[in-house]
């Protein structure tokens, strides 16, 4: 079942460099989206690899309510999630599989915005993402994710179906 799509690629190489965004990105299981600052282990949060930093997602419609909400409009890039997203509820894939293009991810927890987010982005917009921040996700077969991919389900993927 397609859960959503790719809307677009972010990473950033070093820990507070902008993000930019790019069409496809080598996912590699265990590592992180080549490129990216917790693929170098050069993130703020690098100290010790945690399989919850591999890839990071946030809905499209998460940020278009900031706006609306709050009056706070930044990029899926300032977010500083890896994979921006759309049609898909990203808080209910905490535990789950899915697949998007040739990688297999598996949910580990909500990303909650911090005070480093708000502190790059240059606006107070921690409350409005609370609870829809994005996902953290484990990357658990390795490949390449491509703009405008599907994002299926667990059942697809255990049925062969993609």
């Known amino acids: ?24 990105v080598n996912a590699l299981a265990g590592i992180g989206l ?3 600052r917790y693929y170098n282990r050069l993130g703020t949060y690098s100290g010790k690899h ?8 946030i809905e499209t419609e998460a ?30 894939l905490v535990g789950k599989q899915i697949r998007i293009g040739d990688a297999v991810l598996r ?5 909650e915005p911090c005070g480093h987010l ?3 982005a240059g606006l107070p917009i921690r409350e409005g993402l609370i609870h829809r921040g994005g996902l953290r996700a484990q990357i658990l077969r390795s490949g390449i994710i491509r703009v405008g991919d599907a ?7 255990d049925q062969g179906t993609v």
């Open 1 to 24: 079942m397609n859960l959503g799509k790719v809307i677009s690629i972010a990473i950033a190489p070093e820990r507070t460099g902008a993000l930019y965004n790019v069409e496809s």
């Open 34 to 36: 080549e490129g990216d």
């Open 50 to 57: 945690n399989e919850s930093r591999e890839v990071t997602l």
């Open 63 to 92: 940020l278009e309510a900031l706006e609306r909400d709050y009056g706070h409009a930044i990029t899926a890039a300032e977010s500083r999630r890896n994979i921006a997203t759309r049609g898909i509820a990203l808080n209910h």
């Open 107 to 111: 949910g580990i927890r909500l990303c």
């Open 118 to 120: 708000e502190q790059l």
């Open 151 to 157: 994002i299926l389900s667990e059942a697809e993927r």
